[in-house]
């Protein structure tokens, strides 16, 4: 998954792992670091809402056939 992260993640995540490597207590982003996570964050959780709505659509839409014939009635 760490491929698919954008720039600014890669670099947070990259620090954290520094962080825990270290058993570091603090880990201190500059303003612009903060909001360019807090973005990129916000941005999937956007998209996470998209697709979650593009699949209630689809599975609203999935249409399911039943035939009766009666059997031996």
Same mark, same amino acid.
């Given at each position: 998954? %760490?491929?698919?992260?954008?720039?600014?993640?890669?670099?947070? #995540?990259?620090? =954290?792992? =520094?962080?825990?490597? #270290?058993?570091? #207590?603090?880990?201190?982003?500059?303003?612009?670091?903060?909001?360019? !996570?807090?973005?990129?964050?916000?941005?999937?959780?956007?998209? !996470?809402?998209?697709?979650?709505?593009?699949?209630?659509?689809?599975?609203? %839409?999935? =249409? =399911?056939?039943? %035939?009766?014939?009666?059997?031996?009635?």
């Amino acid at each position: 998954m %760490e491929h698919q992260l954008s720039l600014h993640l890669k670099k947070f #995540n990259d620090r =954290v792992k =520094v962080m825990n490597q #270290n058993n570091a #207590n603090e880990l201190n982003l500059t303003a612009i670091e903060a909001r360019n !996570i807090h973005s990129e964050i916000f941005e999937l959780l956007t998209k !996470i809402n998209d697709l979650t709505e593009i699949k209630r659509a689809i599975d609203t %839409e999935a =249409v =399911v056939s039943v %035939e009766f014939d009666g059997g031996n009635f």
